[in-house]
């Protein structure tokens, strides 16, 4: 049985993501990334409705993503202290009505960019995940035969970080990794390095991000891997 986790005298808890948490999700990831050297170069020049709509759409594609399990972590006070996304990789195979909601997703992205005239932002994001991909290649996993669980994303609240939310909203990819022997893969935050050490994460890979028009280092990111549990 899992330990509960108290945040200021509450019990913290988990659910999922619904579509009606799209927009203080967003909000909430926004907070928890708006000191990031990665966010504010993926989204510099932008308006802040353009950030705004950009990033709940990255939500509303994990949400209608089968594959990506998103959960909120709150208490009964606090409705949204914490937002995790992750999944197994390689997916199983798409269904027809998944590749048609894949299609729909990738239309209404192409609608943001050209909407909010943010083509600087698309090109970054594209780069980014060239670059995030290749490091991923770097490591090994995908050759992995039972595949791995990626953390795609794990966002806190800042106004109860350092109160261990991170790590009890981990734990729940880490029981999953525990139960099926699975690795775990995700890209470091500068904020976050440290937990993530500390909870049996080490880099093997890393990859520089560079500015798309000045060529100069934005950050070199850092592949961390959990190991598989061993018999």
Known sequence: MSETHIVDGEALQFRNLKYSDLGPIAALNLRAFQDSET????????????????????????????HVNCKVAYTSSHPYLGFLAYEQLPPAKLSYYEKFIKWVNSLYERFLYWWYDASAVKRRMQYNEVQYGTMLYKTGLLAQPNGFLHVHLISVNPDIQKKGVGKAILNIVHRDADKYRLPCFLVASTAGFGMYEHLG???????????DETGELVKLSSGMIRDAKKD
């Open 39 to 66: 966010y504010q170069w993926r989204f510099r020049g932008v308006s802040s409705a353009a950030l705004v709509a950009i990033v709940k759409h990255f939500g509303r594609k994990a949400y209608l993503d089968p």
């Open 201 to 211: 994460y080490r880099t093997i890979a890393t990859t520089e991000l560079r500015d």
